[in-house]
């Protein structure tokens, strides 16, 4: 399986790992991840609109559940 495990925050703040709401619980949630405890590897992604300190809560949230690499995924820079 090619595909990456992916965080989603969405404008309104929302968590998802995959297409499961994580909002209130994002360390536990990932700490219990099987796949994530194994690969140790996760990809945030977040709407334009997020406010910063929501996605490092995430992204330390992360850290505490024993992630060793965390990526970023971001959309092309759509120049207006």
């Known amino acids: 399986d090619d595909t990456k495990l992916m965080v989603i925050i969405t404008a309104d703040e929302h968590v998802y ?10 360390e536990n949630k990932l700490k219990t991840n099987a796949r994530l405890a194994e690969e140790k590897e996760l990809y945030v992604q977040a709407d334009e609109n997020v406010k910063y300190g929501v996605v490092l ?3 330390a ?6 992630v060793e690499k965390l990526g970023m995924v ?3 820079l759509v120049v207006k």
Do not use: N
């Open 74 to 76: 971001t959309d092309p």
């Open 61 to 66: 949230g992360a850290r505490a559940a024993g």
């Open 17 to 26: 790992l995959g297409k499961d709401e994580i909002t209130g619980d994002v």
């Open 57 to 59: 809560r995430v992204m």
